[in-house]
């Protein structure tokens, strides 16, 4: 056995000063406090996330906390489930690289070739979806995701393990990155893992205080920038791969009907069903109650004009497919060709490419409606098209575009579908101007959800909005006095050049 020579061990163990009298008795006088559920949750908020954090959270009762503790508690929580979800993530991906290289050197024991039937990597799969009793498909998603979050997308992990990114924010960042031209090429991986590093510089930090779907929206508008050719080739391909219209039978004699179509097509179609819905005058059928089953009146008496169900009113299903419209958000220098490297604009919220809104201007049918915005290079808007709506119409349409969705925190419901509220009350001294004015949505998304409609949080919910701007920032104080910040998304195309690639890549690739 190796032993340390002993020059290395003549002053080990250090000496120790002993306390003096006057401390010892001083300490002996302190009165000794119980260790709290505060204390327990304070020590795991000071702590990173990990074991540790856990054991505290586990000494944690939430009866014996504040109801401001309470939500911290809630906080600490997640961050544990996300340092899990990031050790899970590495626990797998180094399994099946033990897994891979035990049954490689097994083939080349047997002398089998290598490019056999069975890889080493399937047999890796099948023995880890048999002992988690997974789906094989299932565990090749995991698998492959676990890879990517050891290679190309390492910061996510990092992410993940830090407890600063959920898991559903990973898996949507994730998803979008997997559009980069270069994923899937193994022999440029490095190249890939640069242009991973690059977009979650920006992505990472922003998804700390946002939601995994507007995470993964950044996300995709970022991708976008970086290959906007690849985008429209993707467009394409999509066309011919994905479109289609589809019936799926469920229960109690219901069915889905799915179709995916061009993006401006289907923005019509919902705006026309939306429409009709509301429409005072359209009469629905006895147990057409919810707003649901309006919409699926709507959209069975537009596809089918009056299959028996509905009653026939020729009058609002001519003026919804009429003022059925398409917001198109486009900078000038899209329209015009000067800016080679414009990444496009947005069609209802979504990022698109310049070849995109190109054909959708060039092929638009003359009696549609295309609201064209188009923005400086400042994104300030410049162009409203033609002048065919009354002032409140356009200025409610600039809200809708501005904020994208409702403005309450972690809200998405789309800003359409919301009303529009004064951040200062009216007889207050709010002003009726863009900034003041945001929308608020007031139903539930679902009529088997539990309602949380903003409008009447901020009127009677003791929520309310300390600083609004023109831009659509604002800020909200909670009844808790807890503060949350909501910035609504740039309507700008990023700059491919000076956005994507200003984050430069220190060192190496990320793993």
């Known amino acids: ?279 005072p005058r359209f009469e629905t059928a006895d147990g057409c109650i919810t707003a649901g089953q309006r919409r699926v009146a709507a959209f069975t008496t537009l596809v089918l004009g009056d299959p028996g169900s509905v009653a026939t009113i020729t009058g609002p299903v001519t003026e919804a497919k009429v003022r059925a419209s398409v917001s198109v958000l486009v900078p000038l220098s899209t329209l015009t060709g000067t800016d080679p490297a414009a990444a496009g604009g947005s069609i209802a919220g979504e990022p698109v490419t310049a070849d995109t809104i190109r054909d959708l201007l060039a092929d638009a049918d003359p009696s549609s409606t295309l609201r064209k915005l188009v923005t400086d290079a400042a994104g300030c808007i410049i162009d409203a098209g033609r002048a065919r709506y009354a002032i409140s119409d356009l200025q409610r349409h600039l809200l809708a575009l501005r904020d994208g969705t409702c403005r309450f925190p972690g809200c998405t419901r789309p800003a359409e579908n919301c009303e529009i509220d004064h951040a200062v009350p009216y007889d207050s001294g709010g002003g009726t101007d863009l900034e003041s004015l945001g929308p608020l949505c007031k139903q539930p998304r679902r009529p088997w959800y539990s309602p949380r409609p903003s409008h009447q949080l901020k009127t009677h919910g003791g929520w309310h909005i300390t600083t609004s701007r023109r831009s659509g920032a604002c800020t909200w104080r909670s009844p808790l006095g807890r503060v949350y910040h909501h910035e609504p998304p740039d309507p700008r195309p990023p700059d491919p050049v000076a956005q994507v690639s200003a984050a430069p890549v220190s060192g190496s690739v990320p793993f």
């Open 1 to 279: 056995m190796f032993e340390l020579p002993d020059y290395f061990l003549a002053d080990w163990p250090p000496p120790v000063a002993e306390a003096p009298a006057w401390l010892d008795e001083e300490l002996d006088d302190l009165p000794e406090e119980p260790w709290t559920d505060s204390d327990a949750l304070a020590t795991s908020v000071c702590g990173p996330a990990g074991v540790g954090q856990l054991a505290n959270l586990l000494q944690v009762d939430p009866a014996g906390l504040s109801a401001d503790e309470t939500v911290t508690f809630a906080q600490q929580v997640k961050r544990v489930s996300a340092f899990v979800a990031g050790f899970e993530a590495r626990a797998l991906a180094g399994v099946q690289e033990r897994l891979v290289g035990h049954f490689e050197a097994e083939k080349a024991a047997r002398a089998e070739s290598a490019s056999g039937f069975v890889t080493a990597e399937m047999l890796a799969s099948a023995e880890l979806a048999a002992a988690l009793r997974l789906s094989p498909r299932a565990m090749d998603i995991q698998l492959e995701h676990a890879a990517d979050l050891a290679g190309p997308m390492r910061p996510l992990r990092d992410a993940l393990e830090a407890g600063s990114l959920s898991a559903g924010h990973v898996s949507a960042i994730a998803r979008e990155l997997t559009r980069l031209p270069l994923a899937g090429d193994g022999d440029r991986v490095a190249e890939y893992a640069a242009q991973c590093a690059r977009i979650l510089a920006i992505v990472i930090p922003y998804a700390e205080t946002h939601t995994a779907r507007q995470a993964a929206r950044k996300t995709r508008t970022l991708v976008l920038a970086a290959d906007p050719r690849g985008a429209d080739e993707r467009r394409q391909d999509a066309a011919k791969r994905e479109h289609g219209v589809w019936l799926t039978p469920t229960e109690n004699g219901s069915c889905e009907v799915t179709a995916v179509l061009p993006l401006a097509h289907g923005v019509a179609v919902m705006d026309a069903i939306t429409t009709l819905a509301k429409d």
